[in-house]
């Protein structure tokens, strides 16, 4: 089972970086459900530069959830907000050194999180970034059901 | 590191007993049963003995065992074999909602063949209902399929009351007790069993062997052909050093029933009560009072299975989880799923199987470690009792 996963996951899950949450954030954002298997909650301390001085994250979710929260928060920490939208599921998965195909939904779930607190930031701030447009953060994806049982 | 092994659900290791029983037979003693020379009549006396092993553990004739490759192709077996025989007085059979792939799978290849099944649900114990048996028979049901022991909550299926149930109605009963065998007392006489699926290795035999019993005079159709062996029924150069330790297996598991029995469900009692009294939102699922003598199987709230297995394995415990995070579908399990459990809470399910092997001091470990995991999983998720799913 371990060996699904390489080294650098197994470090991000067994000794995650940037668990919590930060009092009086700027930005809070919740990604995923338990239904779904995974939920996501990131808050970000966001300075008037708009630069992230600040992320944590709690997760409700299997290895890989945990471990692409942790490297995520890491990720955004010192970039500025448009620099954070820009960042990929696919960048996570390669700052995580891969995930398995059947785990990939996971660094999804990451940078959707991101993205929601980033999100709730630009309300509260009455801020636009074309990074968001069209982006719902209540919007239940479902992309990692209904793949056909392989036994 | 200690290594924990709280899966013996899933397979157990061979006993040295049976080890030294099989070595002979792969070098020694190798003729080929059907073979005419005398070199081979050691191998035919050995599978001789091996088949009435087996058949004492369930209280069945040595004509009515057939040994198989395992617990699979005796359910597939079963079902295909009955199914075909039958075809002319029926195409429905009842099985439930709770049984092994073996069986759900086969009934869905059968139902893509014109056949009919219904499944039956569970109670919130995850124990079938001899009603809902009795009112699902239809005048046209050829087989009702239940398992005696569920592999997952461990639930033991009330057999001898379903079984009087279809035979009142005239249609045979296949219970896949691979699960059950040597971990529970079976006497398919007495229970009114006409078929029944067991495996090796899941007794401390080897892997790649099993049998299914088929009560004298029910008609079922060849699955396997190609060869004579097995009185025409199954065929297929027989796996001799198999046979052999499934013959050992079985010989001990009927031998130290009783001792196993105890051993497992005093130390799974121990294993359920310190948890419980250590861990907060902790749920044990299926029936207490029926139940397979190691299956523990419980609900970590707010936090997801596989999670706990990883940190578990990496301090060298083996468990197993129902999250759908595990398998490779991502579907949560069917089981946990029909017994009405929150599919949140399926994904935060763990079954440990303690077996002949475990010890207490596996427990204390297992329950030191598992309890530390819960609370550093907790204190990262995102759930939790204040805030609620």
Redesign the interface.
């Known amino acids: 089972m371990a060996n699904m996963y390489n080294d650098k996951v197994m470090d991000h899950f067994m000794n995650p970086h940037n668990v919590g949450e930060i009092e009086n954030a700027d930005g809070v954002g919740t990604y995923g459900s338990p239904v779904c298997g995974d939920m996501m909650k990131i808050s970000l301390s966001i300075d008037e530069n708009e630069v992230i001085t600040d992320a944590k994250f709690k997760t409700f979710g299997c290895g890989s959830a945990i471990a692409s929260s942790s490297v995520a928060t890491d990720m955004i920490i010192g970039k500025t907000v448009e620099e954070a939208l820009a960042i990929t599921n696919e960048e996570i998965i390669a700052e995580l050194g891969g995930l398995p195909a059947i785990k990939v939904h996971c660094s999804v779930l990451a940078d959707h999180a991101i993205k929601s607190a980033v999100y709730d930031y630009a309300q509260k701030h009455g801020k636009t970034y074309a990074a968001l447009e069209g982006f719902d953060p209540n919007a239940e994806e479902d992309d990692h059901h209904d793949i056909p049982e392989e036994e | 590191m200690r290594q924990v092994y709280l899966d013996y659900s899933a397979t157990t290791p061979v006993k040295k007993e049976v080890l030294d029983a099989m070595l002979p037979y792969f070098t020694e003693v190798y003729g080929n049963p059907s073979s005419l020379y005398s070199i081979s009549d050691a191998s035919k006396e050995a599978i001789a003995t091996a088949r009435g092993q087996v058949a004492e553990l369930i209280g069945a004739t040595d004509k009515e065992i057939f040994f198989t490759s395992g617990g699979t192709e005796a359910d597939n077996w079963a079902l295909m074999g009955v199914t075909d025989a039958l075809k002319n007085k029926g195409n429905h059979i009842i099985t439930t909602k709770i049984e092994h792939?073996a069986i759900l799978h086969t009934c869905e290849f059968l139902e893509k063949h014109g056949f009919e099944v219904t499944y039956l649900d569970v109670n919130a114990e995850g124990m079938v209902e001899p009603a809902a048996l009795e009112a699902a028979i239809r005048d046209n049901t050829v087989l009702v399929s239940i398992m005696m022991i569920n592999n997952e909550v461990g639930t033991l299926q009330p057999i001898r009351e379903l079984a009087a149930i279809a035979k009142a109605h005239g249609v045979l009963f296949h219970t896949d007790a691979v699960q059950a065998a040597g971990n529970v007392e079976i006497d398919v006489k007495e229970m009114g069993i006409d078929l029944l699926s067991m495996s090796a290795h899941k007794i401390y035999g080897p892997k790649g062997i099993g049998a299914l019993y088929v009560r004298r005079g029910v008609r079922i159709s060849n699955y396997m052909h190609g060869g004579a062996q097995e009185t025409r029924k199954r065929a297929g150069t027989e796996n001799l050093p198999g046979i052999v330790g499934f013959g050992k297996a079985a010989e001990m598991a009927k031998a130290n029933l009783q001792a196993h029995i105890d051993h497992c469900s005093s130390l799974r009692n121990y294993l359920v009560e310190q948890i419980m009294a250590n861990l907060e939102d902790v749920h044990v699922n299926g029936s207490m009072e029926y139940r397979h003598p190691g299956n523990a199987n419980m609900t970590f709230e707010?936090?997801?299975?596989?999670?706990m297995?990883?940190?578990l394995?990496?301090h060298g415990i083996s468990v197993s989880t129902g999250?759908?995070?595990?398998s490779?579908?991502?579907?949560?399990s069917h089981v946990l799923t029909a017994l009405g459990i929150?599919?949140?809470r399926i994904?935060g399910t763990l079954r440990m199987t303690v077996g002949d092997m475990t010890t207490k001091e596996d427990i204390d470990y297992t329950v030191e470690v598992l309890v530390k995991v819960v609370n550093k999983l907790r204190?990262?998720?995102?759930?939790s009792k204040e805030k609620g799913?």
Do not use: Q, R
């Open positions: 792939h707010y936090i997801e299975g596989e999670a297995l990883l940190y394995d990496m999250s759908a995070c595990s490779k579908s991502l579907t949560p929150p599919v949140e994904h204190e990262i998720s995102s759930v799913w």
